[in-house]
């Protein structure tokens, strides 16, 4: 693959959509395939060639790439009695960047190995901006040679891209992240929980600690806003929550315990079930907030 | 106070004993007292004048700064029978630079108050380096008027100087702080145990992930050393222990849940049993490592 390989791109969502609209731009030909006509359309507006069932698909690709919700969906598409598998052929190249269980995702690599078909993870961070801008960071997991046949995809999609290890190491890597971003948010919320109930100025908390060692990135991207009550996703406490989910399934696979992890998940539960779920992740805080029945940020 | 008030410094420690040569560096009269000979004569050879009572300290002091373990050591040092309570003058300002309880804070300080006398709280943040460099954040809770005649104080002390509000203001953001280092920390631990046991070379998983959300001053300076298994100290777990038990007395008092900073808390408890205290805080990971019976780094 000297040329740019042309890819099939299944799941045209709030990540999918825009970073199939960075592969058009790059100058790949791109299929595209989607349960809602109205996306089909608007990419094939741009370029793509929308395909009504995945025999086209695929025939028309080298490289398919997925971007789906969690790994339901993408075992039904690869592996699925209505999936892609029939269709591909020896050589071809399966990247998964959708954020799964990654002993998912080594399962599909052994069972599209049994037919030579390649498989990458290459789950992303970075939200809807970082898929408009082309900024991603993508995590790789997955054979050298594929690795290195793709890094023209990755490069139009993301900035900070790394091939971390073998099929899987990727959605670990990923897994990895979430589970300190969710931690780290979590922090911030005890801690502020704390300082609100002390009666302090939380703005001036914050410009105490910021620059020690307590300063993170989510502390300075959540804090602000958390002190505005700006709860706009961003990305959704919803999707956190199936991460941390595929983090304790990976544990579970590995015969690992991870405490807080484990607790900040049912938190994430309860917090959806208490229909907090589509706030972005930020609003983590809202489980201690309303475990304690205060507002970080109200005048007391 | 338009001169450089005199000092009384109590309590030689490990951070107190550099931050009293940084005071005499910049000019001010000091007065020490300390329980080790040995300390008093190394600052006294410096020019510092060594007392061997609270009353000869006080008399010559207009400023007492105390700089002790906990608040048991403060509170009877300030209030107990044979403390400095009897010698203070009307108009005098204790500053405890300690981190305890700021419950305990607020009792002394009005305490001090009955007899004309100010008191701020003003625990820091930076370690010995900080303490030696005179680089420490200083996170202040007392009146405006003794703060601002104390700033040149805080000035040969630290670099980041943030009066947050009244008495305890200072010791509930050095609590929140706490509480954020350390949940960053061990979020840090159960990330790379799931990355460990995955298989995963753990410093390519670090630089995936430093860049993004994820990304914070304990990850960039906690994780190298964790791959190197440096735990040298800096500050120890036993200390950081004893914050987070000081987090959740003020949580007690204030009548609030801290689930994760509570189980933190125990598992710090369980790590100092398990003769691991005296590492460097950056060792609350091998709590999560000693529960899965692995180590993060190594090759596998």
């Known amino acids: ?42 990419l094939a507006r741009e370029g793509a060639h929308p395909c009504h ?19 339901q969906e993408v075992r039904d598409v690869v592996l699925g009695p209505r999936g892609i598998r029939p269709y591909l052929r020896p050589g071809m190249i399966v990247i998964d960047m959708s954020s799964i269980d990654p002993t998912v995702s080594i399962e599909i690599s052994k069972q599209l190995a049994e037919r030579s078909v390649h498989f990458l993870d290459a789950p992303v961070s970075g939200g809807e901006q970082g898929a408009i801008d082309g900024s991603l960071a993508i995590m790789i997991g997955g054979d050298a040679d594929p690795v290195q046949k793709c890094m023209p995809i990755f490069e139009a999609l993301g ?15 990923k897994l990895a992240n979430q589970i300190i971003v969710a931690l780290n948010i979590a922090a911030v919320g005890e801690a502020f929980v704390l300082a609100q109930k002390a009666g302090l100025d939380v703005q001036k908390v914050y410009e105490a600690i910021r620059g020690g060692l307590a300063g993170s990135r989510v502390l300075d991207a959540k804090a602000p806003k958390l002190f505005q009550r700006d709860f706009k996703p961003g990305f959704r406490i919803e999707l956190h929550r199936k991460d941390l989910k595929n983090a304790m399934e990976a544990a579970k696979n590995l015969q690992i315990a991870l405490p807080l992890t484990a607790s900040l998940q049912q938190y994430l539960t309860a917090l959806c079930n208490q229909g907090e779920g589509s706030l972005d992740h930020g609003g983590i805080v809202r489980f201690f907030e309303r475990l304690n029945g205060i507002e970080i940020g109200k005048k007391v």
């Open 159 to 173: 900035k900070n891209i790394v091939h971390v290890g073998p099929v899987g190491a990727g959605g670990f890597t």
């Open 1 to 42: 693959m000297s040329h740019l390989p042309a890819i099939g791109f299944i799941g045209l969502g709030i990540m999918g959509k825009p970073m199939a609209r960075n592969l058009l731009k790059a100058g790949f030909s791109l299929s595209v395939s989607s349960r809602s006509k109205e996306k089909m359309d608007e």
């Open 53 to 71: 069932d995945y025999s086209e698909l695929v025939g028309r690709s080298e490289v398919i790439i997925t971007m789906l919700p969690d790994y």
